[in-house]
């Protein structure tokens, strides 16, 4: 067991950092949590529901002093704030983010960082689709993989100690490369996400189908994608313009593939439909036997009945 | 309160006709439940989980001397159905359906019903991704709408009589017309399918990405579409075989839209990604309020452990 943090500084105050906040609370692995946000009201909110020890305006004076900076903010914001605190880390600090694209994160803050102190890319693949700093919950990261891509020349004894922090949320720690990872995630989550958002968006314009009906009987399947298609505009905007080479590769292959399952329901080719179906089963039952998901029949969501 | 069907028979045994027979069960709302399957095997399931009181080889003989007859086949199997089942039928019988688009069920099964016979077609939206026998639960259909497009000349008290069994089992009954009802449900229901199956193809394909890492990092986004996409085979063929216009215009203005946002990243269009992101989060926060699913952070899915 590597000894704890003493002081954590999380640069954002969404869903992400608060959940870290309340993780390390819950399980005591820091001595102290500080944090910032841009907006007053974030800021007052985290003090409110006593996510952190102290609040700072500015994220130069909330790094002052940390041993871990996290930073938790959209893609598109990490230059500013790398720039930003760079000259105001201690040496032997490590710094690591959250960020769902990581190839655009090491080319915007590494540059920025001194001599003396370790940038290790990160990202937990867990979220919901809320967010800011009352969307936070201890468990979010519990069972959840917490992706590491560190750059040559890492400190070994650094990433341990980080990867013993999100172990202690419950996290599985792994390594990856940083274009491997982009790749991976954009087919397991930014070309889904795209997807969803294109079909909600699609119900959303067909005149002949009213808002009530798409709402009521959205339990067939739309549902699952509203669900991810209410995921954080800014994060997703970012996720998009940052991975963009990886997400216009996997969304060819998508419309290709597409256009071939249209043309079997244009042709009736019930046979090819069939098996194409069929081969997708199987992939659900290994996320639900590699524990990713439940295998329960309502799987866990009660309904919730109407007042 | 209209008087308790006499005798129930269920034409298959699957995940909803299953679930009927468990939520009659527990409710009480019928005096007898018959049921047949194709399969032995699956006859065999239904009696030992107490299912029915009894199982026929075949349809004709399960629907003599009952008052309401379930068509729980998948839609390409509903015309052999009810040409057999036709001239068993006792007059006053009330036949109704479980299928996912109504068109076809209605184009296969009204010219084969007896005069004195009353057809009234249903949907019950609502369902997993399991299938047969052993998938069912009583409370499948709680607060899930169930759909009813009748045709000209119904009876208002059989379709009465239906409505208070399925409200019985805890669903919202409504009307809706025919081809009305398979275009709504080509949005909210079978286009989303055929995506969820297409991206799931997609990542079974991509070489330079392991299904092991596919299965691995599925939390993020992937994990829903996999869930849709294990639906099953033979209902899903027949669903999009049978609603082939709407779902070919649905997908049209899919692909189209897709185009302009997949263009947006692009030329790295952040306005537009982060506005049409926006948008869909409001059709999300409708179907929470309408009670089609929960808002709680986890969505009441407890990661499960490892072991």
Redesign the interface.
């Known amino acids: 067991m590597s000894e704890l943090y003493e002081r954590v500084a999380l640069i954002g105050m969404g869903l992400i950092a608060s959940s870290m906040a309340l993780a390390i609370r819950e399980k005591g692995l820091a001595h102290e949590i500080v944090g910032t946000a841009r907006s007053a009201e974030t800021r007052a909110t985290a003090l409110e529901l006593g996510l952190v020890d102290e609040m700072f305006e500015t994220a130069a004076e909330a790094v002052a002093e940390a041993d871990l900076v996290v930073l938790c903010v959209p893609v ?1 914001a990490m230059e500013a704030v790398a720039k930003e605190i760079g000259p105001h880390l201690e040496f032997g600090t490590t710094v690591t983010d959250v960020g ?1 694209v990581k190839r655009a994160v090491v080319d915007a803050v590494a540059p920025h960082m001194p001599k003396g102190v370790q940038f290790i890319p990160g990202h937990p ?6 967010s800011g700093p009352r ?3 201890a ?2 990261f ?4 917490w ?1 590491f891509t560190p750059l040559e020349g890492t400190d070994p004894v650094a990433l341990e100690r980080l990867k013993n922090l999100v172990t202690g949320f ?1 996290a599985n720690a ?1 390594e990856m490369a940083v274009d ?1 990872h982009d ?3 954009s ?20 005149r ?2 009213t ?1 009530e ?19 954080d ?2 994060m ?3 996720v ?2 940052t991975n ?1 080479d990886a ?2 590769d ?2 060819g ?3 290709e ?3 071939t ?2 043309r079997a ?2 042709m ?1 080719d ?1 046979d090819m ?2 098996d ?6 199987a ?5 639900v036997e ?5 295998d329960a ?10 007042p």
């Open positions: 598109g769902s693949v867990a979220g919901t689709e809320q969307a936070g919950f468990s979010l519990d069972n959840r993989w992706l419950g792994d491997h790749l991976v995630l087919v397991v989550s930014h070309t889904p996400h795209l997807i969803a958002y294109t079909m909600v968006g699609v119900a959303d314009h067909i002949r189908v808002h009906e798409v709402i009521k009987y959205s339990a067939s399947g739309f549902r699952d994608f509203t669900r991810i298609a209410a995921s505009p800014v997703w905007r970012d998009f313009l963009k997400t216009l996997i969304l292959r998508f419309t593939e597409l256009l399952l249209q329901i244009r009736g019930g439909l069939h194409y179906f069929t081969r997708t089963r992939i659900r039952r290994g996320i590699a524990g990713q998901d439940t029949p309502d799987f866990g969501r009660a309904a919730k009945k109407e």
